[in-house]
């Protein structure tokens, strides 16, 4: 939860740190849900950088 409104840059990459695929929806409320499919993909563990003006985090993904 914040109030930052504007584009939040969303990548998913793989353990090693291989981009699988990135896209920039639009923030315009305190909270933010996205939802992406990971059906294609292997299981495994992934990671999602989210960013969002000045702010950074990444989370762990675990896809079984």
């Not at 584009?7 to 929806?25: E, I, M, Y």
């Not at 939802?35 to 993904?61: D, M, W």
């Amino acid at each position: 939860r914040s109030t930052y409104r504007g584009p939040v840059n969303l990548t998913l990459r793989d353990a090693g740190g291989k981009p699988l695929r990135s896209w920039q929806p639009n923030k315009a409320a305190d909270t933010f849900r996205q939802t992406f499919l990971v059906s294609e993909l292997p299981a495994g563990l992934y990671l999602l950088h989210i960013g969002q003006g000045e702010q950074r985090e990444t989370v762990k993904v675990l896809k079984q």
